[in-house]
């Protein structure tokens, strides 16, 4: 398996040793050495690496997590801000490091604690009975969660949390500007999804309902029903009906309008500013932010495409025999994919890609600081 930062990849080879590359600042250096570690996690800028003990190492950034991990043992779980981690032992209690500032302190005490989840700079942990404690910086969730129980799942914006219960009724808090007010009343609600500042919740019948800044899709939310699932991407979102038709809404540039008309489709891709959908015999249509280089005008027009993968400002389209076709941004992973085939996955940081055959051996390209290079098709034996 391989895990990202925002600028670097760190590899996990089958005997659980680590092999980092990209930037050496965000964690595409000083991995640490030996073996048994079973699974690794991210800030923007450091990553912390768990072994089957519970014991965790992390390394890079300083300021982003990246140093004064705990010593102890027994986590079984870590979850991050942008620039802090939160550690979750067997018995529900919690440990934070990190930026102070962003949730790396004031995590809460006590145990019962079953999970764990983020915005940009704050978290919140919710317990076995559903109630929920929520620590980091004030203005992106840090306080202001529900003081009731019987929440079931917490969702979030870069700057806000929205609590589902079991009756489906939902409770938001954080940035107001993010989606941290105005959630809708009632109950009935099954799922909540998110662009960067707004939300849109899903009922059991397949309506949806929106809230958030309006330019990033808090509204112009569909009015019918028969929806089954939405996508994002920072600014606009896309519901998928039953009958595989699309509907869109939120900002005009980055895929809130020219939806593919019909029907058939059965999932969507996305970058930060573009969507992308496969028809029936592999090719592909997008819609969304042109820019300097055009996602857009620059999609592969031929078929046999399989799955699509992105990363910030590009996609990678993969096929059947493992070739790959990238598009976008010139230096962000847009060009310079292998022209060989083989490939079965590929991972991404902001800017570059990494694509592991079956074999474990991986090829990266896109910006060459920032994970984009790696010694050719270097075989790490990486347990994918």
Known sequence: EIYSTAYAFAALKADGSITAW?????GGSGAPAGSGYTKIYSTYGAFAALK?????????DSNRGGIDAPTDKNYIEIYSTATAFAALKADGSVTAWGDSGSGG????????YTKIYSTFGAFAALKTDGSIKAWGDSDFGGTGAPADSGYTKIYSTWAAFAA??????????????SGGSDAPAGSGYTKIYSTGTAFAALKADGSIKAWGYSRSGGTGAPTDSGYTKIYSTDSAFAALKADGSITVWGDPGSGGIDAPAGSG???????????????????????????ADDEASSAPTDSGYTKIYSNNWSFVALKADGSITAWGGFNNGGTGAPTDSGYIKIYSTMYAFAAVKADGSITAWGSPNRGGTISTATDLNIDY
């Open 52 to 60: 089957a003990d519970g014991s965790i190492t992390a390394w890079d």
């Open 22 to 26: 990209g930037d050496s600042g965000s």
């Open 105 to 112: 302190s004031d995590a809460p005490a006590g145990s019962g």
């Open 164 to 177: 589902l219960k079991a009756d489906g009724s939902i409770t938001a808090w954080g940035d107001s500007g």
């Open 265 to 291: 489709y059965t999932k969507i891709y996305s970058n930060e500013n573009a969507f992308a959908v496969l028809e029936a015999d592999g090719s592909i249509t997008m819609w969304g932010w042109g820019g």
